[in-house]
């Protein structure tokens, strides 16, 4: 178990990726909020714990990767990277903005730290596959992260990607899944039900973990096994869809809605609460 002061700094940060995910959304008046704020703890830890990475090297050939498979959830990607020192924070304000780099959608080539410029649903895994897949072939020691949406797992190339890291026994590979059980048309479990997802990975060949999501103590007991085991890795990780601004919780309409600017107040205010409560 982490000591209290690095966890609490973990939720510190987290918080502030929270706040970055909310400015950023309020300031492009579009987004998708709800996912990036479930993942926002996940997130979190890969780049401030996890990860072998240098925001001053970005490209170092030996770096970790990741890849954001459900790329709609670009604001977390851009407010972690921001807070991780890849670029200044202040840029945040302009997403989606017409002359930023920071877009809807991650681009590879204009984002200091994007590792897999992404977006279309079901192909950022197989990316990652790709890279994992590379590591073996030239002998690099480097782990490849995919974040998957829950409703993203309903595309077949999802699992064709699965299939294919098991027969490659990519043990490099771990795929974690920001299961908020609420994608844009609804609840999962009533738009085409993806459960069980975890006996579905095992099925697949994946050693599983099922674990809170929003949970840092969780997040690190099942990061610690990675690079553990003879196969790839799939965190079934538990959120809650807009977590830490209450009235987006749970709450689909957040899926891809922008604050107004009493809602972006009211946020911000109930996240600089939580941050100094800390």
Known sequence: MMKI???????????????????????????????????????????????????????????????LSKGHAAPVLYSVLAHRGYFDVELLKTLRHVDSILQGHPDMK????????????????????GMALSAKHFGDDYKVYALLGDGEIEEGQVWEAAMFASH??????????????????????EVNSPYPIDEKFKAFG????????????????????????DKPYAIIA?????????????????????????????????LESALAAL
């Open 168 to 189: 490659k026994k990519l043990n490099n590979l771990t795929v974690i899944v920001d299961n908020n059980n609420l994608q844009i048309d609804g609840s999962i479990d």
């Open 206 to 229: 994946f050693e599983v973990a099922v674990i809170n999501g929003n949970d840092m103590d969780e997040i690190d007991a099942a990061m610690q096994k990675v690079g553990t085991f």
């Open 110 to 129: 204009k984002i200091p730290g994007v590792d897999m410029s992404s977006g279309s649903l079901g192909q950022g895994v197989s990316a990652a596959v």
């Open 238 to 270: 538990n959120t809650v869809k807009g977590k830490g601004v209450s009235f987006m919780e749970n709450q689909v309409g957040w899926h891809g809605s922008a604050p107004n600017e009493e809602q972006y107040n009211a946020a911000m205010a109930e």
């Open 5 to 67: 002061d690095e966890k609490q700094n973990l939720q510190k940060i987290a918080t502030k990726v929270r706040m970055g995910v909310i400015e950023g959304v309020y300031n492009a008046k579009s987004g998708h909020p709800g996912g990036s704020l479930s993942s926002a703890d996940i997130m979190t830890y890969l780049y401030f714990k996890q990860m072998n990475i240098d925001p001053a090297n970005p490209k170092a050939e030996k770096r970790d990767r990741l890849v």
